[in-house]
Protein backbone atom coordinates (compact mmCIF):
# COMPACT_ATOMS: atom_id res chain seq x y z
CA UNK A 1 0.00 0.00 0.00
CA UNK A 2 1.42 3.41 -1.08
CA UNK A 3 0.94 6.50 1.44
CA UNK A 4 -0.58 8.24 -0.27
CA UNK A 5 -3.66 5.89 -0.85
CA UNK A 6 -3.99 6.43 3.24
CA UNK A 7 -4.58 9.82 2.73
CA UNK A 8 -7.00 9.20 0.28
CA UNK A 9 -5.17 10.28 -2.65
CA UNK A 10 -5.63 7.03 -4.79
CA UNK A 11 -4.54 6.58 -8.53
CA UNK A 12 -6.70 4.70 -11.34
CA UNK A 13 -5.23 1.82 -13.14
CA UNK A 14 -5.51 3.30 -16.83
CA UNK A 15 -6.43 -0.21 -17.99
CA UNK A 16 -9.06 -0.48 -15.38
CA UNK A 17 -10.98 1.85 -15.79
CA UNK A 18 -14.59 1.10 -16.84
CA UNK A 19 -17.92 3.42 -17.97
CA UNK A 20 -20.80 2.35 -15.37
CA UNK A 21 -24.29 4.38 -15.61
CA UNK A 22 -23.01 6.59 -12.89
CA UNK A 23 -19.75 7.56 -13.94
CA UNK A 24 -16.42 5.69 -14.19
CA UNK A 25 -14.87 3.59 -11.68
CA UNK A 26 -11.05 1.25 -11.62
CA UNK A 27 -9.18 -0.48 -9.58
CA UNK A 28 -6.67 1.20 -7.06
CA UNK A 29 -2.74 1.37 -8.79
CA UNK A 30 -1.39 0.81 -5.44
CA UNK A 31 -3.56 -0.55 -3.27
CA UNK A 32 -6.18 -2.90 -5.20
CA UNK A 33 -9.21 -0.42 -3.86
CA UNK A 34 -12.44 -0.24 -5.97
CA UNK A 35 -12.34 3.67 -6.90
CA UNK A 36 -15.28 5.95 -8.36
CA UNK A 37 -14.96 8.65 -9.59
CA UNK A 38 -16.11 11.81 -8.38
CA UNK A 39 -17.75 15.12 -10.25
CA UNK A 40 -14.97 17.03 -9.43
CA UNK A 41 -12.69 14.95 -11.32
CA UNK A 42 -11.08 12.93 -8.30
CA UNK A 43 -10.59 8.68 -7.71
CA UNK A 44 -12.81 8.30 -4.50
CA UNK A 45 -12.45 4.44 -2.53
CA UNK A 46 -15.65 2.86 -2.59
CA UNK A 47 -16.91 0.26 -0.64
CA UNK A 48 -15.90 -3.18 -1.36
CA UNK A 49 -18.48 -5.52 -3.42
CA UNK A 50 -18.26 -8.55 -0.96
CA UNK A 51 -17.18 -8.62 2.66
CA UNK A 52 -14.35 -10.63 3.78
CA UNK A 53 -14.69 -11.80 6.96
CA UNK A 54 -18.39 -11.86 8.24
CA UNK A 55 -19.80 -14.07 5.66
CA UNK A 56 -18.99 -17.59 5.76
CA UNK A 57 -19.72 -20.71 3.86
CA UNK A 58 -21.79 -23.37 5.02
Known amino acids: MNLRC ?5 RAS ?6 RQSGYSAICE ?7 RTSNSRWVASDPLYDTKGSSAG
Request: hydrophobic share 40%; glycine share 6%; charged share 15%.
Open 6 to 10: LFGYH
Open 14 to 19: LSSIAR
Open 30 to 36: SCARPLE
